[in-house]
């Protein structure tokens, strides 16, 4: 089953515009996770956020969690073509990930 | 490290043949999961094991599926026999001994059963 649900199901941006993706997840984790797919291609870890966390930095992503909301944000700032992608929210509570429903990024040169 | 290395990388089968996927996970990992992708579903995890040893199958959707791991290097996911339902893209994926922690998946098995 899925833990996690993704808003909004698709994202259509310029490059050099931010994009902001939201995840909401239902029981207690350890951890919220965020990956990259790519058509036709495996899953990529993108950053880790623990329980105790509330706000990641890695590059030109930003993740934030609000345990209390059960909710986490991805955002990627100046986003570029190639950043064109599906990317997932994955929750940890039980030493498995369980994924959520995905968001859909185009962006357009 | 090559990676996670799934194959085939895509099967055409026809209904009610037996399916092997098979997944050769990073040296080292002692976690190995088994994920099936969808349209309709999504991504959906059928089974784990943690060295060697299958943890929660509770995912594995019937008894058509099994799945075996004999050893640190190897794992395998069988479908017998298949059925048009179960055309999807199946993903392996390990990850290395820690409390928690990425996946690294591999590139997946595009299975389609006519």
């Known amino acids: 089953s899925q833990q996690g649900e993704e808003d909004p199901q698709a994202l259509s941006i310029q490059e050099g515009e931010n994009a902001t993706m939201n995840c909401s997840y239902k029981t207690s984790i350890n951890n919220l996770q965020w990956y990259r797919q790519n058509s036709g291609r495996g899953l990529v870890h993108l950053i880790l956020i623990r329980s105790n966390e509330r706000e990641k930095h890695s590059g030109r992503l930003r993740v934030t969690l609000d345990t209390s909301k059960k909710s986490s944000s991805l955002l990627i700032t100046a986003s570029r073509a190639a950043d064109t992608a599906s990317y997932f929210c994955?929750?940890?509570?039980?030493?498995?990930?369980?994924f959520g429903t995905g968001t859909r990024l185009q962006v357009f040169p | 490290d090559a990676g996670v290395i799934q194959s085939p990388r895509h099967e055409v089968t026809e209904m009610g043949q037996e399916v092997t996927l098979r997944c050769k996970p990073i040296?080292?990992?002692?976690?190995l999961f088994w994920y099936r992708q969808t349209m309709m579903r999504g991504l959906e995890l059928l089974i784990y094991?943690?060295?060697?040893?299958?943890?929660?199958d509770s995912g594995m959707p019937e008894d058509r599926f099994s799945a075996k791991m004999p050893n640190a290097s190897f794992s395998t996911l069988k479908i017998q026999p298949s059925e048009p339902r179960d055309s999807a893209v199946y993903f392996c994926?390990?990850?290395?001994?820690?409390?928690?922690?990425?996946?690294?998946f591999g590139e997946g098995s595009r299975l389609t059963v006519l």
């Open positions: 994955a929750t940890d509570n039980t030493d498995k990930l369980i």
């Open positions: 040296s080292g990992h002692d976690y």
């Open positions: 094991f943690n060295n060697n040893v299958p943890i929660d």
């Open positions: 994926a390990s990850r290395p001994p820690s409390a928690a922690g990425e996946l690294f």
